[in-house]
């Protein structure tokens, strides 16, 4: 199968509707050729496909597996930060949480072995990124929780987020004050053990 097949798939997604993103998603994991193209229209920006395509990939890590990204970790990685349309940052966003929560699953030995810390640290930058600049709720939970997770790896990144969740986060909706409070909480408990 083609990338013009692909497209094809991702034209006739009418709406992100769980029937339509699951639907769209047997087609390529048919075909697991397909998802290189898949990653590779994710990040073409200026097309309107890339929400699909982020859309896609996304349920495809949630419901089948974030192995299935981890051929493609250093394109993912290395234009996360291009993003711009919340409709394509938050599913990549998700996808980063799927990342930090396989990395620091002590069984994941498939994702360890794969991601390496420059994978990580792109993903921490862009995810600073995101929480200082303007993004929808759902985009900052991912966000904080995947930030949350490389920082048992990487000290210096729970300060900083603290820094953020305390000074800006939590003051922006009730939303992030949640989530904030949530992250805050972790980050306590783990400086008492």
């Known amino acids: 199968m ?5 497209i094809s798939v991702l034209n006739n997604m009418k709406n992100p509707k769980k029937i339509n993103r699951n639907n769209a998603a047997i087609i390529v994991l048919e075909q697991p050729k397909l998802i290189k193209h898949l990653v590779s229209i994710t990040f073409e920006v200026d097309n309107s496909l890339s929400i699909k395509a982020a859309w896609v990939l996304e349920w495809i890590c949630t419901h089948h597996g974030i192995n ?3 051929p493609y ?5 290395e234009n996360i930060k291009n993003l711009y349309l919340d409709s394509a940052t938050r599913p990549c966003a998700k996808i980063c949480e799927h990342l930090a929560t396989a990395y620091t699953n002590t069984q994941d030995n498939e994702t360890k072995r794969i991601l390496t810390n420059t994978h990580i640290d792109l993903i921490i930058e862009t995810g600073f990124d995101w929480l200082i600049t303007d993004q929808k709720i759902a985009v900052r939970a991912y966000t904080m929780n995947a930030l949350y ?9 729970h300060k900083e987020l603290q820094h953020l969740i305390s000074s800006k986060i939590i003051h922006e909706s009730k939303g992030c004050e949640a989530r904030g409070r949530k ?10 053990v």
């Open 2 to 6: 083609s990338i013009d097949f692909l």
């Open 68 to 70: 299935y990204v981890l």
């Open 73 to 77: 970790i250093n394109e993912f990685t």
């Open 149 to 157: 997770l490389f920082g048992l790896e990487k000290d210096w990144v």
């Open 183 to 192: 992250i805050l909480a972790l980050i306590h408990k783990m400086k008492k």
